[in-house]
């Protein structure tokens, strides 16, 4: 496998031309775009991914270690099947519609100002995390470790206390619904 140090990458679209199976070590992608990719076996480590599509992309055994991404749309995406040996990502402002991170330890995860609808947390761990701001419409919080994690500013979650760890979770007084929905109690 090659190896990629310090390039950047800008208004690529690598569904036409795919970008070559290697390891990307502090590279950054801006504007491309991966959707449907086949991104299985690569490692990124101290990447960073600007406004791009990586919608529906294969992450199976992929590395993400210190990876960020920003205003990135990424529907449909398994993280569970990456290579969990010291993952670590964070999201700013992006789309992460119907992902999976199922099973996952991926302890302070930033998930901010992003929509997350109908992803699965089942059995993760993601204490110390936050979901500042972010819209969790279906989201799936089952058996999930959300330990001191932030849901400040956070809309449209649904987490059951009684199957899910939240001590010393941080939350507002105005979203306390979403820990409630199951007893149907009518807040006002």
Same mark, same amino acid.
């Given at each position: @496998? $090659?190896?990629? $140090?310090?390039?950047?990458?800008?208004?690529?679209?690598?569904?036409?031309?795919?970008?070559?199976? $290697?390891?990307?070590?502090?590279? +950054?992608?801006?504007?491309?775009? !991966?959707?449907?990719?086949?991104?299985?076996?690569? &490692?990124?480590?101290?990447?960073?991914? *600007?406004?791009?599509?990586?919608?529906?992309?294969? *992450?199976?055994?992929?590395?993400? +270690?210190? *990876?960020?991404?920003?205003?990135? =749309?990424?529907?449909?995406?398994?993280?569970?099947?990456? #290579?969990?040996?010291?993952?670590? !990502?964070?999201?700013?402002?992006?789309?992460?519609?119907?992902?999976?991170?199922?099973?996952? $330890?991926? =302890?302070?995860?930033? @998930?901010?100002?992003?929509?997350?609808?109908?992803?699965?947390?089942?059995?993760?761990?993601?204490?110390?995390?936050?979901?500042?701001?972010?819209?969790?419409?279906?989201? /799936?919080?089952?058996?999930? *470790?959300?330990?001191?994690?932030?849901? &400040?500013?956070?809309?449209?979650?649904?987490?059951?206390?009684? /199957?899910?760890?939240?001590?010393?979770? #941080?939350?507002?007084?105005?979203?306390?619904?979403?820990?409630?929905? =199951?007893?149907?109690?009518?807040?006002?």
């Amino acid at each position: @496998m $090659s190896y990629h $140090s310090n390039q950047s990458f800008k208004n690529k679209d690598f569904s036409k031309e795919p970008l070559e199976k $290697s390891e990307y070590e502090s590279c +950054q992608f801006t504007q491309c775009n !991966f959707s449907g990719l086949d991104l299985s076996g690569f &490692r990124f480590e101290h990447c960073s991914f *600007v406004s791009c599509d990586l919608s529906n992309i294969k *992450v199976f055994k992929t590395g993400f +270690q210190q *990876v960020s991404f920003k205003d990135c =749309k990424m529907l449909g995406i398994h993280f569970h099947t990456c #290579n969990p040996f010291l993952l670590e !990502f964070n999201f700013d402002t992006c789309q992460l519609d119907y992902c999976s991170f199922f099973n996952l $330890s991926i =302890k302070g995860t930033k @998930m901010e100002n992003c929509r997350i609808r109908e992803a699965s947390f089942t059995q993760a761990d993601l204490s110390q995390g936050s979901f500042q701001g972010s819209d969790l419409t279906g989201a /799936i919080f089952d058996r999930t *470790v959300l330990e001191k994690t932030d849901f &400040r500013n956070a809309q449209n979650f649904d987490i059951d206390p009684e /199957i899910n760890r939240i001590r010393g979770a #941080n939350f507002e007084l105005s979203n306390l619904s979403g820990l409630l929905s =199951k007893y149907r109690l009518r807040l006002t």
